[in-house]
């Protein structure tokens, strides 16, 4: 009980750092630890949405242009699905070591594994088939 409290609390305290950096020209990963979280929190919530935008294209163009064969946009969710609950629970083995910088490894975890996602997800739909997708 005392780490889900432990872990909402720096959850909470992430987003108010979040929250109160306006400025995305200004993240940087120097300064106070709780000024690092908050950037690596933005990084975070940066590459989620880039993320998210790639995804709706893709299930978009999967609706649109499917055939009956290639990825199914039902199937194309699931495996999204899938990543999401294994990215999730490799990044959180961060936050179980504890210590200042655990946030900070938690968003710059996730960042990176939603970059490299948006890279997998696009090769591996992105079929002549269904049509180009945009970077």
């Given at each position: 009980m005392l780490r889900l409290c432990f872990k909402i609390g720096i959850i909470f305290f992430t987003a108010l750092?979040?929250?109160?950096?306006?400025?995305?020209?200004?993240?940087?990963?120097?300064?106070?630890?709780?000024?690092?979280?908050g950037c690596a929190?933005?990084?975070?919530?940066?590459?989620k949405a880039a993320f998210d935008d790639a995804l709706a294209e893709i299930l978009a163009i999967a609706k649109s242009k499917n055939q009956g064969f290639g990825p199914q946009p039902d199937d194309i969710q699931s495996a999204q699905d899938a990543w999401l609950a294994y990215a999730e629970q490799h990044c959180h083995l961060l936050l179980s070591w504890g210590g200042s910088m655990a946030t900070m490894q938690y968003h710059l975890c996730m960042a990176d594994l939603y970059e490299e996602r948006q890279k997998e997800i696009q090769v591996h739909i992105c079929h002549p088939a269904l049509g180009a997708c945009t970077p």
């Open positions: 750092a979040y929250s109160s950096e306006s400025d995305t020209a200004s993240c940087t990963l120097d300064g106070t630890q709780l000024e690092m979280n929190a933005e990084r975070h919530h940066e590459q």
